[in-house]
Nanobody
Framework: QVQLVESGGGLVQAGGSLRLSCAAS????????MRWYRQALGKQREVVAT???????NYADSVKGRFTISRDNAKNTVYLQMNSLKPEDTAVYYC????????WGQGTQVTVSS
């Protein structure tokens, strides 16, 4: 079992920045890669960024150049640095651990005002 706890969401003006954190505990050795997803109201959940155990990152086209995913293996924590935020980035952001079972965090709300 893996437990994930996100933090760092909030309300920010367009053009601002936020950093999300996702702390993992439990069977962290079983985690292959980590992802951030988001789900806007009335829309499907979509992947935002992925980072492998080796540190290779991939991003959705909509956030490339603005968001950065990183991980601190010593702290079992993954981060999502979000810069130049836009109102369309407003969503609940979820952390996901790619493991044998797959595990979700509880989500954290990000609201970007225009």
């Amino acid at each position: 079992q893996v437990q994930l706890v996100e933090s760092g969401g909030g309300l920010v003006q367009a053009g601002g920045s936020l950093r999300l954190s996702c702390a993992a505990s439990g069977s962290v050795f079983s985690i292959n890669s980590m992802r951030w997803y988001r789900q806007a109201l009335g829309k499907q959940r979509e992947v935002v960024a992925t980072i492998t155990s080796g540190g290779i990152a991939n991003y959705a086209d909509s956030v490339k150049g603005r968001f950065t995913i990183s991980r601190d293996n010593a702290k079992n924590t993954v981060y999502l640095q979000m810069n130049s935020l836009k109102p369309e980035d407003t969503a609940v952001y979820y952390c996901y651990a790619v493991s044998r079972g797959g595990y979700w965090g509880q989500g954290t709300q990000v609201t970007v005002s225009s």
